[in-house]
């Protein structure tokens, strides 16, 4: 079964930063597109920051661009997803899918983890 396991959030000030982690069970990305999604409380999941696995060719949000960087490191199969100058908006549940091709629909991703919880608050 393909799923991704997330950690490294946690509780961090406004300003402060912190790295994710996304590694796969059961699977290998291969030439696909990954992406890291984050959802509030209420809310719908919304795209961050995605990556073609092959090419390392990365997208974000408007609100990421600037302060966050996804990566991937191939030999360990794992995704990453670096958030600096954090803002009490960024806080929620943070997953990581993979997709066939570049998209940012939720819909289209699949693989889901349990997600990591960021918050953010002074």
């Known amino acids: 079964q393909e799923q991704m396991v997330e950690t490294g959030g946690g509780l961090v000030r406004p300003g402060d930063s912190l790295t994710l982690s996304c590694a796969a069970s059961g699977l290998t990305f291969s030439s696909h597109f990954m992406a890291w999604f984050r959802q509030a409380p209420g809310k719908e999941r919304e795209f961050v920051a995605g990556i073609r696995w092959g090419s390392g060719r990365t997208y974000y949000a408007d609100s990421a661009k600037g302060r966050f960087t996804i990566s991937r490191d191939r030999s360990k199969n794992t995704l990453y997803l670096e958030m600096n100058m954090l803002k009490p908006d960024d806080a929620g549940l943070y997953y990581c899918?993979?997709?066939?091709?570049?998209?940012?629909?939720?819909?289209?991703?699949?693989?889901w983890g349990q997600g990591t919880q960021v918050t953010v608050s002074s």
């Open positions: 899918g993979k997709a066939n091709s570049y998209d940012t629909s939720p819909t289209s991703f699949r693989g």
